[in-house]
């Protein structure tokens, strides 16, 4: 079994935004470089130096923070759905007798399978930005 699916969903969400937010820290510090004329270029802790022209890493700095904020927003919604959902299934599950409202039960599991799949599906493509 794959790493990322043993953590729980919010572990993997925490980690992927962390990254993201590591990911636009290090574009803007390598953004504020500027080589002058009689100056060193800056190396970052690999020896690596950089000489970036100021538009290419805000551009790519404004995609990361969008990508950032709506896989947010999704993460935050899809929690609350999948609590609402989950909310649902349990009082059903108290409530219910022997042959009462299966199906109404069976579509609270197919829904709630179907929201978690999106979110795991959500939290890998996060994990594989992070391992970029």
């Not at 100056?39 to 970052?44: L, S």
């Not at 950089?50 to 709506?70: F, I, M, V």
Request: proline share 3%.
């Amino acid at each position: 079994m794959l790493t990322y699916l043993k953590m729980p969903m919010a572990l993997c969400a925490r980690r992927s935004c962390l990254f993201l937010s590591y990911r636009i820290h290090q574009i803007v510090w390598k953004s504020s470089l500027k080589h002058e004329p009689g100056k060193k270029i800056m190396e970052d802790r690999s020896g690596s130096s950089y000489k970036l022209s100021a538009g290419k890493p805000a551009s790519e700095l404004e995609t990361l923070q969008k990508q950032h904020e709506e896989r947010t927003v999704k993460i935050q919604e899809l929690k609350k759905r999948i609590e609402t959902v989950k909310l649902r299934l349990e009082q059903k599950k108290k409530k219910e007798t022997p042959g009462e409202n299966k199906e109404a039960f069976h579509d609270l599991i197919l829904k709630y399978n179907s929201l978690r799949d999106e979110y795991i599906a959500l939290s890998r493509d996060k994990s594989r930005d992070l391992n970029k």
